[in-house]
């Protein structure tokens, strides 16, 4: 006979226990007595049918002692300290299927109240014993152990349903360190094992304690501790209040896409022709520049001067602050960065990747545009070498690093034709190429900067509501982005209403360009 039989009982014996009790504490503490005795002696109940009079025959046997014992200690009662419970004998016997349910319960449990229920209960230790074994007071020995006896019986028939659907997150990190991904691992490496994942998953919109987040994983809560103590020294989640943990950096869900497009159209609204006509008035004066094009079409040209155009114009306009980095704990400036949404819903933004190409012999950096709204294809960044080689390229027509270049046209980022010649598939811009380039751009967007400003700060003042209070500086940061990251949307607008041509689907909106 399983305990199951019993769970159906157990709203009512807490309703025997108020009408036996003066107080709500003591009926928890006697219906707790009544079915731990039940219990106990279950496996002794030979026939099902008579289980309710043999049951409430337990209760009132129990209720008596109970009362005796309230009777002789009430007038001692304490706020501060809840009296010993009256039965000290072991109550769970590993070898019995009936305590299987109570056992996983058991270990859902924290540890502040697992240790002490599974050192009276399993090792049929006293509360004194207890007390010495933890180097705790008794009474703060009594206190836990009523408290974990009341958590058994409210958990007891409960299994949360969202631990039947685990979460899959996708965590990666922006700033900057040094790292190659292989040698030295990105730092989301340490932290991307599922459980990780599910708990920074649940913890995101407020803290929780250990037992919270075990029942909402389904694991037992010394698993959960054990991964809460690495995101802790990785610096993933914070511990909010005494006991309770928050994550510590923002998951993107499709709540913010949703927001994005159901308001930033209507932010842009009045504005967005005037914006339109002078991304167009700028690619027709910037064309006239003799950069290298790659042989990119007119359309893909105009996305690229238009992006080009607003990464400036943030530069110089946006007073928007973003927050330097802390260090971590790897000596570097970084935070994770997490992401759930399904793609239904496209977020403010520009994805962007950069190779800067510090301290290498070349002089031009890389950069990589990923704009979702307008289906751009994805290449990651260049990195110095494959820099260096196109630069050589660029300025002399040759390369003395074979090896880079071999590995360039294996990445694609150039191509060796029939004829021999090789073909850099990335436009470029000198120094005195993008100067020209950003004063046709300051030309056309200055007049339009103060109106649009102050769509973008009235868009981010909503926006920043959907956010955890404690990111205020990721908030910040990507907030920063907004500015820019509206390019997109005025794009999409001009599309839709027949103003703007749409880049093919091979579309890759990269650019190499001279900083030193």
């Given at each position: 006979?399983?305990?199951?039989i019993?769970?159906?009982y157990?709203?009512k014996?807490?309703g025997?226990?108020?009408n036996?009790?003066?107080?709500y504490?003591?009926?928890?503490?006697?219906?707790?007595?009544?079915l731990?005795?039940?219990?106990?002696?279950?496996?002794k109940?030979?026939?099902?049918?008579?289980?309710?009079?043999?049951?409430?025959r337990?209760?009132?046997?129990?209720?008596?002692?109970?009362?005796?014992y309230?009777g002789?200690?009430?007038?001692?009662?304490?706020y501060n300290?809840?009296?010993?419970?009256?039965?000290?004998d072991?109550?769970?016997?590993d070898?019995?299927?009936?305590?299987d349910?109570?056992?996983t319960?058991?270990?859902?449990?924290?540890?502040?109240?697992r240790?002490?229920i599974?050192?009276h209960y399993?090792d049929?230790l006293?509360?004194?014993?207890?007390?010495?074994?933890?180097n705790v007071p008794k009474?703060?020995?009594?206190?836990?152990?009523?408290?974990?006896?009341?958590?058994?019986k409210?958990?007891f028939?409960?299994?949360?349903?969202?631990?039947?659907?685990?979460?899959?997150?996708?965590?990666?990190?922006?700033?900057s360190?040094d790292?190659?991904g292989?040698?030295i691992?990105?730092p989301e490496?340490?932290?991307?094992?599922a459980?990780?994942q599910?708990?920074?998953?649940?913890?995101?919109?407020?803290?929780?304690?250990i037992?919270?987040i075990?029942k909402?994983c389904?694991?037992?809560a010394y698993?959960?501790?054990?991964?809460m103590?690495?995101l802790?020294?990785?610096?993933?989640?914070i511990?909010?209040v005494k006991?309770?943990?928050?994550?510590n950096?923002?998951?993107f869900?499709?709540?913010?896409g949703?927001?994005c497009e159901e308001?930033?159209?209507?932010f842009?609204?009045?504005?967005a022709d005037?914006?339109?006509?002078?991304?167009?008035?700028?690619?027709?004066?910037?064309s006239?520049?003799?950069?290298?094009?790659?042989e990119?079409?007119?359309?893909?040209?105009?996305?690229?001067y238009?992006?080009?155009a607003?990464?400036?114009?943030?530069?110089?306009?946006?007073?928007?602050q973003f927050?330097?980095f802390?260090?971590k704990?790897?000596?570097?400036?970084w935070?994770y960065?997490?992401?759930?949404e399904t793609?239904?819903?496209?977020?403010?933004?520009i994805g962007?990747q950069?190779?800067g190409n510090?301290g290498s012999?070349?002089?031009?950096s890389?950069?990589?545009y990923?704009?979702s709204?307008?289906?751009?294809?994805w290449?990651?960044m260049?990195?110095?070498y494959?820099?260096?080689?196109c630069?050589?390229?660029?300025?002399?027509?040759?390369?003395?690093?074979?090896?880079?270049?071999?590995?360039a046209?294996?990445?694609?980022?150039i191509?060796?034709?029939?004829?021999?010649e090789?073909?850099?598939?990335?436009?470029?811009?000198?120094?005195?190429?993008?100067s020209?380039?950003?004063?046709?751009?300051?030309?056309?967007?200055a007049?339009?900067?103060?109106e649009y400003s102050?769509?973008?700060?009235n868009?981010?003042r909503?926006?920043?509501?959907l956010f955890?209070k404690h990111?205020?500086?990721?908030?910040d940061?990507?907030?920063?982005?907004v500015?820019?990251?509206m390019?997109?949307n005025?794009?999409?607008y001009?599309q839709?209403n027949?103003?703007l041509?749409?880049?093919?689907d091979?579309?890759?909106?990269?650019?190499?360009?001279q900083?030193?």
């Amino acid at each position: 006979m399983t305990n199951e039989i019993l769970e159906a009982y157990i709203d009512k014996v807490y309703g025997y226990a108020i009408n036996h009790t003066f107080s709500y504490d003591e009926a928890d503490e006697l219906s707790q007595e009544i079915l731990f005795t039940a219990v106990k002696q279950l496996p002794k109940l030979k026939d099902e049918s008579k289980l309710e009079p043999w049951l409430w025959r337990i209760a009132a046997n129990v209720t008596k002692s109970f009362r005796r014992y309230m009777g002789k200690q009430r007038a001692m009662y304490s706020y501060n300290s809840i009296q010993e419970p009256i039965y000290e004998d072991e109550y769970f016997n590993d070898s019995e299927k009936i305590y299987d349910s109570l056992r996983t319960k058991i270990a859902m449990m924290s540890a502040l109240y697992r240790d002490i229920i599974v050192l009276h209960y399993y090792d049929g230790l006293s509360v004194e014993q207890i007390s010495e074994r933890l180097n705790v007071p008794k009474g703060t020995v009594t206190w836990r152990l009523y408290e974990a006896r009341k958590k058994l019986k409210r958990e007891f028939n409960e299994m949360n349903e969202t631990a039947l659907y685990p979460k899959k997150l996708n965590i990666g990190i922006y700033g900057s360190g040094d790292y190659d991904g292989k040698r030295i691992p990105f730092p989301e490496a340490y932290i991307n094992d599922a459980l990780s994942q599910n708990i920074l998953y649940y913890c995101y919109e407020a803290p929780l304690g250990i037992e919270d987040i075990s029942k909402l994983c389904g694991v037992p809560a010394y698993f959960i501790e054990e991964r809460m103590d690495n995101l802790l020294k990785r610096e993933a989640v914070i511990e909010a209040v005494k006991g309770k943990y928050q994550t510590n950096f923002i998951i993107f869900t499709d709540k913010y896409g949703m927001f994005c497009e159901e308001n930033t159209e209507k932010f842009l609204l009045p504005i967005a022709d005037r914006l339109v006509n002078a991304i167009l008035n700028i690619a027709d004066e910037a064309s006239l520049i003799d950069f290298y094009k790659a042989e990119k079409n007119e359309t893909e040209l105009l996305y690229l001067y238009g992006i080009l155009a607003f990464k400036y114009a943030s530069w110089k306009y946006c007073t928007l602050q973003f927050p330097d980095f802390d260090v971590k704990y790897d000596g570097n400036r970084w935070n994770y960065i997490g992401y759930m949404e399904t793609g239904k819903y496209k977020r403010v933004g520009i994805g962007e990747q950069n190779c800067g190409n510090f301290g290498s012999r070349g002089t031009y950096s890389h950069t990589c545009y990923n704009m979702s709204l307008l289906n751009t294809n994805w290449r990651t960044m260049m990195y110095d070498y494959y820099i260096n080689v196109c630069e050589d390229l660029i300025t002399t027509g040759k390369t003395e690093d074979i090896d880079s270049l071999s590995n360039a046209i294996n990445e694609g980022y150039i191509i060796r034709r029939d004829n021999g010649e090789f073909f850099i598939t990335t436009p470029a811009f000198n120094k005195e190429q993008i100067s020209e380039f950003y004063e046709i751009a300051d030309k056309h967007l200055a007049p339009l900067m103060q109106e649009y400003s102050s769509i973008v700060d009235n868009f981010i003042r909503d926006y920043k509501k959907l956010f955890p209070k404690h990111l205020s500086n990721d908030v910040d940061r990507f907030c920063q982005g907004v500015f820019a990251g509206m390019y997109p949307n005025i794009m999409i607008y001009g599309q839709k209403n027949g103003l703007l041509p749409k880049p093919t689907d091979s579309f890759v909106c990269d650019v190499l360009i001279q900083q030193k």
